[in-house]
Protein backbone atom coordinates (compact mmCIF):
# COMPACT_ATOMS: atom_id res chain seq x y z
CA UNK A 1 0.00 0.00 0.00
CA UNK A 2 1.27 3.41 -0.73
CA UNK A 3 1.87 5.95 1.74
CA UNK A 4 3.31 9.62 1.88
CA UNK A 5 6.89 8.46 2.32
CA UNK A 6 6.42 6.01 -1.11
CA UNK A 7 5.80 6.71 -4.50
CA UNK A 8 3.27 3.60 -4.67
CA UNK A 9 2.87 1.53 -7.80
CA UNK A 10 3.37 3.19 -11.12
CA UNK A 11 0.15 4.41 -12.41
CA UNK A 12 1.20 2.66 -15.79
CA UNK A 13 0.97 -0.95 -13.95
CA UNK A 14 -2.84 -0.10 -13.58
CA UNK A 15 -2.98 0.75 -17.63
CA UNK A 16 -6.38 -1.79 -19.25
CA UNK A 17 -5.43 -4.19 -21.28
CA UNK A 18 -5.24 -3.38 -25.27
CA UNK A 19 -8.59 -5.27 -25.43
CA UNK A 20 -10.06 -3.27 -23.46
CA UNK A 21 -9.20 0.13 -25.42
CA UNK A 22 -10.38 0.77 -28.42
CA UNK A 23 -9.79 3.43 -30.91
CA UNK A 24 -12.18 5.65 -33.00
CA UNK A 25 -10.32 7.63 -35.99
CA UNK A 26 -12.77 10.55 -37.02
CA UNK A 27 -11.90 11.09 -40.98
CA UNK A 28 -15.03 12.57 -42.29
CA UNK A 29 -14.26 15.92 -42.59
CA UNK A 30 -14.41 17.23 -46.44
CA UNK A 31 -11.10 19.37 -45.93
CA UNK A 32 -12.29 22.52 -47.54
CA UNK A 33 -9.93 24.50 -46.36
CA UNK A 34 -7.36 22.26 -48.05
CA UNK A 35 -8.22 22.54 -51.97
CA UNK A 36 -7.84 19.96 -54.20
CA UNK A 37 -9.80 16.93 -55.64
CA UNK A 38 -8.20 14.25 -53.23
CA UNK A 39 -9.85 14.73 -49.80
CA UNK A 40 -6.60 15.61 -47.43
CA UNK A 41 -6.35 12.77 -45.66
CA UNK A 42 -5.94 10.22 -48.66
CA UNK A 43 -3.14 12.85 -49.80
CA UNK A 44 0.19 11.29 -49.75
CA UNK A 45 2.55 12.21 -46.99
CA UNK A 46 6.30 10.51 -46.82
CA UNK A 47 5.22 8.28 -49.30
CA UNK A 48 1.56 7.21 -47.48
CA UNK A 49 -1.74 8.08 -47.45
CA UNK A 50 -1.71 10.72 -44.79
CA UNK A 51 -4.02 8.86 -42.57
CA UNK A 52 -1.98 5.60 -42.08
CA UNK A 53 0.37 7.36 -39.97
CA UNK A 54 -2.22 7.98 -36.97
CA UNK A 55 -3.33 4.28 -37.62
CA UNK A 56 0.77 3.33 -37.69
CA UNK A 57 0.95 5.20 -34.07
CA UNK A 58 -1.84 4.13 -32.93
CA UNK A 59 -0.98 0.73 -33.41
CA UNK A 60 2.88 1.13 -32.01
CA UNK A 61 1.93 2.51 -28.85
CA UNK A 62 0.86 -1.17 -27.52
CA UNK A 63 -2.50 0.70 -25.48
CA UNK A 64 -4.93 -0.23 -28.22
CA UNK A 65 -6.55 -3.31 -29.09
CA UNK A 66 -9.07 -2.53 -31.88
CA UNK A 67 -9.50 0.70 -34.33
CA UNK A 68 -12.58 2.05 -35.92
CA UNK A 69 -11.86 4.24 -39.10
CA UNK A 70 -14.52 6.64 -39.68
CA UNK A 71 -14.84 7.72 -42.84
CA UNK A 72 -16.72 10.03 -45.69
CA UNK A 73 -20.21 8.19 -46.53
CA UNK A 74 -19.34 6.98 -49.99
CA UNK A 75 -15.48 6.78 -49.66
CA UNK A 76 -15.37 3.27 -47.76
CA UNK A 77 -13.69 1.85 -50.70
CA UNK A 78 -10.95 4.88 -51.80
CA UNK A 79 -8.41 3.65 -49.00
CA UNK A 80 -6.63 0.74 -48.57
CA UNK A 81 -5.73 -0.14 -45.05
CA UNK A 82 -2.35 -1.30 -43.87
CA UNK A 83 -2.32 -4.83 -43.64
CA UNK A 84 0.94 -4.79 -40.99
CA UNK A 85 -0.87 -3.39 -38.00
CA UNK A 86 -1.18 -6.22 -36.36
CA UNK A 87 -4.53 -5.82 -35.01
CA UNK A 88 -8.23 -4.93 -36.21
CA UNK A 89 -9.27 -2.52 -38.37
CA UNK A 90 -13.22 -1.49 -39.06
CA UNK A 91 -14.06 0.93 -41.19
CA UNK A 92 -17.29 2.89 -41.42
CA UNK A 93 -19.35 5.79 -42.80
CA UNK A 94 -19.44 8.93 -40.79
CA UNK A 95 -22.06 11.58 -40.06
CA UNK A 96 -22.98 15.61 -40.89
CA UNK A 97 -21.11 16.44 -37.55
CA UNK A 98 -17.85 15.18 -35.82
CA UNK A 99 -19.79 14.01 -32.94
CA UNK A 100 -22.32 12.24 -35.24
CA UNK A 101 -18.79 10.34 -36.89
CA UNK A 102 -17.67 9.18 -33.15
CA UNK A 103 -20.62 8.09 -31.70
CA UNK A 104 -20.75 6.14 -35.20
CA UNK A 105 -17.04 4.78 -34.43
CA UNK A 106 -18.22 4.17 -30.98
CA UNK A 107 -20.89 2.13 -31.93
CA UNK A 108 -18.87 -0.28 -33.92
CA UNK A 109 -16.13 -0.77 -31.52
CA UNK A 110 -15.69 -4.27 -30.47
CA UNK A 111 -18.82 -5.11 -27.14
CA UNK A 112 -15.74 -5.82 -24.32
CA UNK A 113 -14.01 -2.46 -25.16
CA UNK A 114 -14.22 -0.21 -21.88
CA UNK A 115 -11.81 2.96 -22.99
CA UNK A 116 -12.22 4.97 -26.08
CA UNK A 117 -9.48 6.61 -27.83
CA UNK A 118 -10.68 9.51 -30.00
CA UNK A 119 -7.74 10.96 -32.47
CA UNK A 120 -8.11 13.36 -35.13
CA UNK A 121 -7.08 11.29 -38.52
CA UNK A 122 -5.67 15.16 -39.51
CA UNK A 123 -3.42 14.81 -36.71
CA UNK A 124 -0.88 11.84 -38.74
CA UNK A 125 2.33 12.20 -36.52
CA UNK A 126 0.62 11.22 -33.06
CA UNK A 127 3.37 10.60 -30.58
CA UNK A 128 2.97 6.84 -29.50
CA UNK A 129 3.68 7.89 -26.25
CA UNK A 130 1.30 9.99 -25.85
CA UNK A 131 -1.68 7.63 -26.09
CA UNK A 132 -0.23 5.82 -23.22
CA UNK A 133 -0.22 9.28 -21.30
CA UNK A 134 -4.01 10.14 -22.03
CA UNK A 135 -4.94 6.64 -21.17
CA UNK A 136 -3.15 7.27 -17.77
CA UNK A 137 -4.26 10.39 -17.69
CA UNK A 138 -8.27 9.47 -17.98
CA UNK A 139 -7.84 6.67 -15.15
CA UNK A 140 -8.56 9.20 -11.79
CA UNK A 141 -11.55 11.10 -13.54
CA UNK A 142 -12.59 8.52 -16.61
CA UNK A 143 -11.65 10.97 -18.99
CA UNK A 144 -8.51 13.45 -20.34
CA UNK A 145 -7.45 15.23 -23.14
CA UNK A 146 -4.18 16.09 -24.83
CA UNK A 147 -3.36 19.94 -25.04
CA UNK A 148 -0.90 22.44 -25.34
CA UNK A 149 -0.83 25.78 -22.55
CA UNK A 150 -1.32 28.93 -24.53
CA UNK A 151 2.37 30.86 -25.00
CA UNK A 152 1.44 33.17 -27.29
CA UNK A 153 -0.24 36.74 -26.22
CA UNK A 154 -4.20 36.27 -27.51
CA UNK A 155 -5.88 39.39 -28.39
CA UNK A 156 -9.60 39.88 -28.54
CA UNK A 157 -11.05 40.77 -31.89
CA UNK A 158 -13.70 43.54 -32.31
CA UNK A 159 -15.58 45.29 -35.11
CA UNK A 160 -13.84 46.55 -37.80
CA UNK A 161 -10.85 44.02 -37.03
CA UNK A 162 -9.40 46.11 -33.93
CA UNK A 163 -8.01 44.60 -31.09
CA UNK A 164 -11.04 45.14 -28.34
CA UNK A 165 -8.10 43.60 -25.54
CA UNK A 166 -5.48 40.80 -24.20
CA UNK A 167 -7.11 37.73 -22.70
CA UNK A 168 -4.86 36.28 -19.72
CA UNK A 169 -3.14 33.43 -20.88
CA UNK A 170 -2.89 31.45 -17.57
CA UNK A 171 -4.93 28.55 -17.43
CA UNK A 172 -5.81 28.19 -21.06
CA UNK A 173 -5.08 25.38 -23.37
CA UNK A 174 -5.04 24.46 -26.99
CA UNK A 175 -6.99 20.91 -27.06
CA UNK A 176 -5.25 18.37 -29.61
CA UNK A 177 -6.08 15.23 -29.70
CA UNK A 178 -6.41 11.94 -28.43
CA UNK A 179 -8.75 12.52 -26.19
CA UNK A 180 -9.71 9.74 -23.81
CA UNK A 181 -12.96 8.49 -21.65
CA UNK A 182 -14.17 5.19 -20.76
CA UNK A 183 -16.58 4.52 -23.54
CA UNK A 184 -19.85 4.32 -21.26
CA UNK A 185 -19.10 7.83 -20.31
CA UNK A 186 -18.87 9.28 -23.47
CA UNK A 187 -21.69 7.09 -24.90
CA UNK A 188 -23.65 9.26 -22.37
CA UNK A 189 -21.82 12.57 -23.55
CA UNK A 190 -23.09 11.91 -26.99
CA UNK A 191 -26.56 10.66 -26.23
CA UNK A 192 -27.33 14.26 -23.96
CA UNK A 193 -25.93 15.92 -26.55
CA UNK A 194 -28.28 14.71 -29.64
CA UNK A 195 -31.22 14.83 -27.31
CA UNK A 196 -30.56 18.58 -26.18
CA UNK A 197 -29.66 19.46 -29.36
CA UNK A 198 -25.83 20.22 -28.48
CA UNK A 199 -23.08 20.62 -30.51
CA UNK A 200 -19.08 20.11 -29.17
CA UNK A 201 -16.30 21.18 -31.25
CA UNK A 202 -14.75 17.96 -29.47
CA UNK A 203 -15.53 14.96 -27.04
CA UNK A 204 -14.19 16.86 -24.18
CA UNK A 205 -16.25 19.92 -23.99
CA UNK A 206 -19.12 17.61 -24.44
CA UNK A 207 -17.86 15.22 -21.05
CA UNK A 208 -17.48 18.51 -19.57
CA UNK A 209 -21.58 19.21 -20.60
CA UNK A 210 -22.38 16.50 -18.41
CA UNK A 211 -20.19 17.04 -15.51
CA UNK A 212 -17.32 15.58 -16.31
CA UNK A 213 -13.73 16.14 -15.01
CA UNK A 214 -11.41 15.63 -17.34
CA UNK A 215 -7.73 16.04 -16.84
CA UNK A 216 -5.18 18.03 -19.34
CA UNK A 217 -2.09 15.68 -20.26
CA UNK A 218 0.43 17.62 -22.11
CA UNK A 219 0.59 17.46 -25.85
CA UNK A 220 3.36 17.46 -28.37
CA UNK A 221 3.53 20.47 -30.67
CA UNK A 222 4.36 17.92 -33.86
CA UNK A 223 1.03 16.44 -33.18
CA UNK A 224 -0.37 19.00 -35.26
CA UNK A 225 -3.72 19.04 -37.20
CA UNK A 226 -3.51 19.24 -40.97
CA UNK A 227 -6.08 22.01 -42.31
CA UNK A 228 -4.27 23.71 -44.70
CA UNK A 229 -1.67 23.51 -47.23
CA UNK A 230 1.12 24.68 -45.04
CA UNK A 231 0.21 22.54 -42.57
CA UNK A 232 1.01 19.66 -44.79
CA UNK A 233 3.96 21.09 -45.21
CA UNK A 234 4.83 21.60 -42.59
CA UNK A 235 3.84 17.79 -41.53
CA UNK A 236 6.16 16.37 -43.76
CA UNK A 237 9.18 18.81 -42.35
CA UNK A 238 8.39 16.90 -39.10
CA UNK A 239 8.30 13.75 -40.67
CA UNK A 240 11.64 13.72 -42.20
CA UNK A 241 13.50 15.47 -38.84
CA UNK A 242 12.22 12.58 -37.00
CA UNK A 243 13.34 10.03 -39.83
CA UNK A 244 16.73 11.55 -39.49
CA UNK A 245 16.81 11.66 -35.85
CA UNK A 246 15.96 8.26 -36.01
CA UNK A 247 12.58 8.54 -34.77
CA UNK A 248 9.31 6.87 -36.21
Known sequence: MATESSPGPRREETLPPPSRVGAVVPAAGRGARLPGAVPKQFRPLGGLPLL???????ARSGAVGSIVLVLPPGSLGA?????????????????????????????????EVEWAVVHDGARPLLPPA????CLEGALETGASLA?????????????????????????LWLAQT??????????????????????????????????VRVRLVPGDPMN???TRPEDLALAEAYLALSKEGGGA
Do not use: C, M
Open 224 to 226: LKV
Open 130 to 133: LVRA
Open 178 to 211: PQVARRELLEKALRAARDEGREGTDEAALLEAIG
Open 147 to 171: ALPVSDTVKRGGPGGFAEGTVPRDG
Open 79 to 111: LGLPKDLGLSVQVTEGGARRQDSVERGLFALPP
Open 52 to 58: WHPLYRL
